[in-house]
């Protein structure tokens, strides 16, 4: 079965910085696009960052600058480090993957593979 785990949350202070993780099993990241989201409580799912098959990125507007994402074909892990951390930046960040060609995207409905998810709490 395909599987994606997500570490590496947790809560941080204003100005701080975090790495999460996003590990596959059951198939090889080399061949997909990965996306990380994010759901705040009341909020709708946002699309933070991409990467694809060809390591071309794409972030979403709010976090330019901020975090960036890489990926290890090597480790089958792809990572987000989030540096410069806001409040707003609190969420359940969960990554996906969809077998792609192309550019990735930061559209939900894009990915076919989903994770469960991992807490980020930036609070003082």
């Known amino acids: 079965q395909l599987h994606l785990v997500e570490s590496g949350g947790g809560l941080v202070q204003p100005g701080g910085s975090l790495r999460l993780s996003c590990a596959a099993s059951g198939f090889t990241l080399d061949y997909y696009a990965i996306g990380w989201f994010r759901q705040a409580p009341g909020k709708e799912r946002e699309g933070v960052s991409c990467?694809?098959?060809?390591?071309?990125?794409n972030y979403a507007d709010s976090v330019k600058g901020r975090f960036t994402i890489s990926r290890d074909n090597a480790k089958n892990t792809v990572y987000l480090q989030m540096n410069g951390l806001k409040p707003e930046d609190t969420a359940v960040y969960s990554c996906a993957a969809v077998h792609s060609y192309f550019n990735c995207r930061l559209s939900h409905g894009a990915y076919t593979y989903w994770g469960q998810g991992t807490q980020v709490t930036v609070s003082s």
């Open positions: 990467i694809s098959r060809d390591f071309s990125t």
